[in-house]
T-cell receptor, first 113, second 112 residues
Framework: AQSVTQLDSQVPVFEEAPVELRCNYS??????LFWYVQYPNQGLQLLLK??????LVKGINGFEAEFNKSQTSFHLRKPSVHISDTAEYFC???????????FGPGTRLSVLP | NAGVTQTPKFRILKIGQSMTLQCAQD?????MYWYRQDPGMGLKLIYY???????DKGEVPNGYNVSRSTTEYFPLRLELAAPSQTSVYFC???????????FGPGTRLTVL
């Protein structure tokens, strides 16, 4: 079975500053990795995903994430955040043979003016 | 395309009542999912379906039932509502081979 840890439940950051949201996972098999964003009172929207190939993955809205197999991590980064990035961010994993997605508890990013 | 739609948006139930949460998608996706979201807990998978007539349990299936008679619809049934089922419910769908889940706007359910 897989599990996902997002150590930071809340991350406040000033506008135009860089941000990193951490995600660690555990699994006994190969996995696919995802980051989703949830704006207030909305459903989730895919930011980016890692299936295979380059470990640095670029997504929408200027976000990127790096897959580190040895550290079982998939941290999300953005070099300069905007007020509009204020949202909750979820890391998720899926094993590469099933359809059971496992989500982390989420990190609430607050961008301050 | 409307994408993934869910009805109702809000509902209050009394303990022991039953209801069906509706989910529909117009993208001809094979895979569909039901999640519940509780504060600080992320999303938990309740049931999923890989095609019409095929469903399987997720992490937290107790107290729920699903059916999938067509590709488009994937209703979630609560037979005897309990306060522990107070949550926000999300339906999602995926096209085979893409791994991108498309989520509906959610149904906020309160059981009193």
């Amino acid at each position: 079975a897989q599990s996902v840890t997002q150590l930071d439940s809340q991350v406040p950051v000033f506008e135009e500053a860089p941000v990193e949201l951490r995600c660690n996972y555990s699994s006994s098999v190969s996995v696919y990795l995802f980051w989703y964003v949830q704006y207030p009172n909305q459903g989730l929207q895919l930011l980016l995903k890692y299936l295979s190939g380059s470990t640095l993955v670029k997504g929408i809205n200027g976000f990127e994430a790096e897959f580190n197999k040895s550290q079982t991590s998939f941290h999300l980064r953005k070099p300069s955040v905007h007020i509009s990035d204020t949202a909750e961010y979820f890391c998720a994993v899926r094993d590469n043979y099933g359809q059971n997605f496992v989500f982390g508890p989420g990190t609430r990013l607050s961008v301050l003016p | 395309n409307a994408g993934v739609t869910q009805t109702p948006k809000f509902r209050i139930l009394k303990i022991g009542q039953s209801m069906t949460l509706q989910c529909a998608q117009d993208m001809n996706h094979n895979y569909m999912y039901w999640y519940r979201q509780d504060p600080g807990m992320g999303l938990k998978l309740i049931y999923y379906s890989v095609g019409a007539g095929i469903t399987d349990k997720g992490e937290v299936p107790n107290g729920y039932n699903v059916s999938r008679s067509t590709t488009e619809y994937f209703p979630l049934r609560l037979e005897l509502a309990a306060p522990s089922q107070t949550s926000v419910y999300f339906c999602a769908s995926t096209r085979v081979g893409t791994d991108t889940q498309y989520f509906g706007p959610g149904t906020r359910l309160t059981v009193l």
